[in-house]
């Protein structure tokens, strides 16, 4: 549980992503289906789910090297 809540900004990040990935699809996604990515919200929602661990992960090392330099 300590480590749940110790990686409280990664997991928020994941779930945006998750969240942003459908939203990609649904609003602009490839009608055709011949885009390979965008075609599906099965490799969507994934996709924007590491895109969101991506983003999150360097504002928690960010954040980790800030809290770091006050002390």
Do not use: A, H
């Amino acid at each position: 549980m300590k480590k749940l809540v110790s990686n409280k900004i990664i997991i928020l990040g994941i779930l945006l992503g998750g969240i942003g990935g459908f939203l990609y699809w649904k609003e602009i996604g490839c009608i055709t289906g011949t885009c390979p990515l965008k075609s599906q919200w099965q490799t969507m929602i994934p996709y924007g789910m590491f895109i969101g661990y991506l983003v999150s992960d360097f504002i928690q090392s960010y954040l980790n090297r800030f809290e770091s330099k006050r002390k």
